[in-house]
């Protein structure tokens, strides 16, 4: 009997050491566990200002109206009061009580959100028959210029699911994550670094009292290379067309000034969670205002690529640029028929004069005296057909065909046709506005110009790698573009600045979105106006200012908007004086 | 085992009831004094610094206790034994009257209220079935008691209470029922291949055991094996007791500074969990003593039981002193999870009336045993 008892007895004081002294480490983690919580403190999300501070997204203060139902004596009573000069609606008087009484008693409720100043004014006058009400103030992005900025910056979201987020800060009704644009590629920089409080509780989850706090870092500043007063006037210049892009590039540093995509949407919508009906119209418009064309679309580059053609030829050295055509509208290859957009021909052309006019007959013939290999590689030199690796997410890297390209995608043998259709930028070629600005910043400074949004502190270290070409030939093109809209014959002639020091010079494209029937050959070629939206032309005009020393490249494109003198050229020389007026550093 | 029939000499006991308080033993008193104590310095810390409301109200009922287990020592031992069939009757029909009072609704209240006690049949019942077990076998000889048909009286007495409580519910005190009455039969002298008959018999009873319990008893049975199966329900008393008192360590948190029971993590950590808030305050030191302190009572019981000339004193004396071990053990054990949550407080300690009064009831009985350890009584409870 004893021993029973003395055995149980050992038990139970082996049982005692072992909790009390083997196992009390793990215990005491677990005790702590229990009363100690930590309180996330979500640092201020960076800034980000353009090139010369302004502020394209903040944070702006939230005040927003909480209740703690254990500081209140009367709810009703409470609630009838605040609703006398705050309205509380949608919600009902009940139905907010019903939640109230749903929430621990020392829970602030939030009753309502963004408060004006006025009302919260109003709060605090009346604060001491307010018991149990308060003002807290929280962090909102805001985005002042949103339609401007919002492919570029993008916007942030409270995080969904899919999300790689804690669930401790998924569950804070603040957290943001960057969603698209610069917000998303540069999360990380911008999300600052969170602080916290260690704050004792019981098992009610009651505050007892402060341990300590750390402070959050705030978000860094993220200093843009844009200009917002360029990107107002070139936004709301475009906004004049249907849809379309626009970017402008500083040729010396790579920085991009202005980086459009009409039509734009408010991002401040997105911030708190878009309605239903917003979103619904936003997706599903036809001219896609969710896309950022500027890197996104993708677009044959017509005319513009002639300019690749034009300077692979030169650098073979085989071809003159003194080399001379006869242009009577079209040329025969095989059974096909090529024509060039001047039905009756342009007579004898040169390459300047052919730049000058857009003449297609003359890159119709030239094209397969240097091939299709010569030509592609020049066309990767200059960066198509590859990301340009701006810091952007989602950019589109467009297509450049080769042989191997159309034998892996297609399984076909390349042909003569395939040629010819290249040297116009038709066919299969696709390159985003974003890369014929560079294109165009390539052929005019002879380096690989690399596209930043980043603000450049130290210019003249910025330095890009040479392309080891013929200077000469570089002239040949810019006397090709200069004579494009100076000379009376240019194809954008019309669109010309005739001020000496700001002249302008470019290349038109229209570039083909349907192909033209043989039938509608013979009988007449519908204008752009008889048909739909969707099939007519692009049109694109790629260009540079000033012509005597060339610092600013752009593209402009409107989708389907016609011919590329007629619709993207004015908009770009209105661009380029916009730049060269507004633009002193 | 058994009394000597053949004693020729009647000693008349010799004391009055004056020489009797002399010899109540003072050691004794003062190391329940001590576990009472450390029971109201758990209480004080656990109601944040504060005497009311447990640690007044406990100090009240242990002197109060004191007082009755005085009054119990000095009473003559054979007054014990002839009454202890009526009293174990009473507390049965008592036990019988709350079952059907609460069965019929009248008032779900199974104690009867006396102000600073509450006293519960089944409380009561723990004690005077030892007595009743006790007068059983002291008039039975040791060849009666090999013979089967006169175990099934005793059996009966012991198996109708436990199965009244447990229906009550309190599977506890049906344990404790069971296991000090078990005492009694073995230590009577039943053989051991009997013992282990019972033993059989129970483990087969298991089965209608499980039957006749609700289903919060067998919840706590799956609980005890996984206690993380819930954390935060059924299992959450349990783990919390196991973080309470393990994060105590060596020495403890300090008086007034354990987190679990003053932040209220730890439920029931004034009554059937105070062995955990104690120990976070005052570790596995803590512990120990209080142990030891219990092992000190233990351990007069045997004592007591082995110093007792009478038959019915050593069988008393054992079966209350194995009623005191099941209540330390099982409420430790159940705090340490060796054995699933029953319904038992840690005596003197926990705060509560009813527990203190049968602790203090049946060391009164072991007292009154002692004074009377010289007296010898023969079967019919007469003086020889």
Redesign the interface.
Known sequence: MGGVKGVLTGLLMGRLGYLGLVRSPHYQTLANGNRIKLQIILPQRGLIVDRIGLELANNTTNYCLTLTLEQVSNLEETLRRIDQFISLSPKSIETLQTEIKQTPKFKPFILKNNLNWDEVCKVQVNRPELNGINVEMGYKRHYPLAFEFAHLIGFVQAPSDHDDVSEELANLPDYRIGRTGLEQQYECRLQGKAGYREIEVNAHRRVVRHLRKIESTPGSILHLSLNAELQKAAFQRLSEEKSGAAVVMNIKTGEVLSCISTPSFDSNLFVNGIGHEDWNTLNNSLYTPLTNKAIQGVYPPGSIFKLVVALAALETGKISPSRESFCKGFVDVGTHRFHCVHRTGHGRVDMVRALQMSCDTYFYELAPLIGIDCIADMAFKMGLGEKTGVELPNEKKGLVATRSWKKMKLNQAWTIGDTINASIGQGAMLSTPLQMTMLMARVLTGTAVIPTLLYQNNRDAVHFRGLSLNPGNLEVLKKGMDACVNDPWGSAYASRIEEPLHKIGGKTATSQVRRISKFERQTRVLKNEEIEWKRRDHSIFAGYAPIHAPLYATCVLVEHGGGGGRTATPIARDILWAVQKEQKT | MGCSKGAKNLIRFPFSSFQKLRQVNGWIIGILTLIASIGFVVLYSAAGGNFSPWTEKQMIRFLAGLVVLIAIAVIDLRVWLTQSYILYIVSLVMLFAVEIAGRIGMGAQRWIDLYVFNIQPSELIKITLLMALGRYFHEMTLEDIRKLRYLIVPALMTIVPALLVMRQPDLGTAILLLFAGG?IF??AGIRLWKVMLICVASLSAIPLLWHFMYDYQKERIFTFLDPERDRLGAGYNIL?A?????????LGKGFRSG??S????LPEKQTDFIFATY?EEF??LG??VL?FLY?CL?IYG?RVALASRSSYGRLLA?GLT?LL?LYV?IN??MV?R?VPVVGIPLPLVSYGGTAMLTVMMGIGLLMSIAIHRDVRIGRAGTFL
Do not use: P, W
């Open positions: 005492t073995f230590v919390q196991n973080i309470a008192l393990g994060s105590g360590g060596f987190s679990q003053h932040l209220n993590f120990c570790g596995v512990g120990v142990l092992i233990i045997y054992m194995t071990f053990f430790m054990a340490m060796l």
